[in-house]
């Protein structure tokens, strides 16, 4: 059971890194690959010591790693709200469309 909750946090984990830190340019759009070799690092290892009378203590760090991971950044949460209402916000203003200017 502490198995599955540390991969639960090791996913969660995976995908706060792609949300918050997509603003890199290397590779375009995702974070850069360190991010993801640590946390694979660092899940792996807390995973070894799931087994016994570690495990709870084990899946906590798992968690308050992850739970620290989202309240490092002071606008994770607007920055997640933003990404994820931005395919039903429309295009930017003056991405397309916009014939304000245009020789007709």
Do not use: H, R
């Not at 198995?3 to 792609?18: K, L, S």
């Not at 890199?24 to 690092?41: A, R």
Request: proline share 8%; aromatic share 10%; hydrophobic share 50%.
């Amino acid at each position: 059971m502490a198995a599955d909750a540390v991969i639960g946090a090791w996913v969660t984990e995976m995908v706060a890194q792609t949300f918050f830190n997509s603003d890199q340019k290397v590779p375009p759009g995702l974070p850069v690959p360190s991010l993801y070799l640590s946390d694979c690092i660092l899940f792996g290892a807390l995973l070894y010591g799931a087994k016994g009378k570690a495990a709870p203590v084990v899946t906590l760090i798992a968690w308050g790693y992850v739970l620290a991971t989202l309240l490092n950044n002071g606008s994770a949460l607007d920055t997640l709200a933003k990404k994820v209402a931005a395919p039903f916000n429309g295009p930017p203003a003056g991405s397309y469309g916009d014939t304000t200017g245009a020789l007709v």
